[in-house]
């Protein structure tokens, strides 16, 4: 069974900067791609950003330049590195794990963002 755990969100100043974790109880390197998601309250889920096991990565247009995902495969963990953070970035933030055809959630992990 794959569990992933996310952690580092919390309440940030408009400007500031987070990151956030999730760990994988299984290697991150069997893993086709990883990826962030953020759902606001009353918005869909959406895709933040991604990572492909060859170190591919694609972000959504509305945090490019400010985000940054990275896999540490030695500790079985993704990053999401948040910089210049802005009030509609608030929502809560889950990790993906995809591996062949199946896809892993985590629980989810709130940032707020004051303005």
């Known amino acids: 069974q794959v569990q992933l755990v996310e952690s580092g969100g919390g309440l940030v100043q408009a400007g500031g900067s987070l990151r956030l974790s999730c760990a994988a109880s299984?290697?991150?390197?069997?893993?086709?791609?990883m990826g962030w998601y953020r759902q606001a309250p009353g918005k869909q889920r959406e895709l933040v950003a991604s990572?492909?096991?060859?170190?591919?990565?694609r972000y959504a247009d509305s945090v490019k330049g400010r985000f940054a995902i990275s896999r540490d495969n030695a500790k079985n963990t993704v990053y999401l590195q948040m910089n210049s953070l802005k009030p509609e970035d608030t929502a809560v933030y889950y990790c993906?794990?995809?591996?062949?055809?199946?896809?892993?959630w985590g629980q989810g992990t709130q940032v707020t963002v004051s303005s």
């Open positions: 990572i492909s096991s060859g170190g591919t990565t």
């Open positions: 299984v290697t991150t390197a069997s893993f086709n791609a």
């Open positions: 993906k794990a995809t591996i062949g055809w199946t896809d892993y």
